[in-house]
């Protein structure tokens, strides 16, 4: 059974950064395509950023240069590094597993989220 959990989601003011893991059930970290997907209220979620098992990333094009993902094999773990954040980063942040080897490969797996306020 694939289980994401994520972690790290929390208040911060505008300018600052967080950083949200994803713990990942042993082995998939390492063959799947692993990423992150975000929902602001009201609005359609979004991929922000995902890795393939060949450690190509890719990233909304409105977010490069601030959000940086990474993989951690030995703890399993999925990082997303989000700096200068702005209010409109406000999210439900989404950890997501795919079976297929592409950047932008459809989820089959989904972690519960973790909250982003970006507020002052």
């Known amino acids: 059974q694939v289980q994401l959990v994520e972690s790290g989601g929390d208040l911060v003011q505008p300018g600052g950064s967080l950083r949200l893991s994803c713990a990942v059930s042993k082995g998939i970290i390492v063959a799947h395509t692993m990423g992150w997907y975000r929902q602001a209220p009201g609005k359609q979620r979004e991929l922000v950023a995902s890795v393939t098992s060949d450690d190509s990333t890719h990233y909304a094009a409105s977010l490069k240069g601030r959000f940086s993902i990474s993989r951690d094999h030995v703890k399993n773990t999925l990082i997303l590094q989000m700096n200068s954040l702005k209010p409109e980063d406000t999210a439900v942040y989404y950890c997501?597993?795919?079976?297929?080897?592409?950047?932008?490969?459809?989820?089959?797996?989904w972690g519960l989220g973790t909250l982003v306020i970006v507020s002052s």
């Open positions: 997501f597993a795919a079976v297929q080897g592409v950047a932008t490969a459809t989820p089959d797996y």
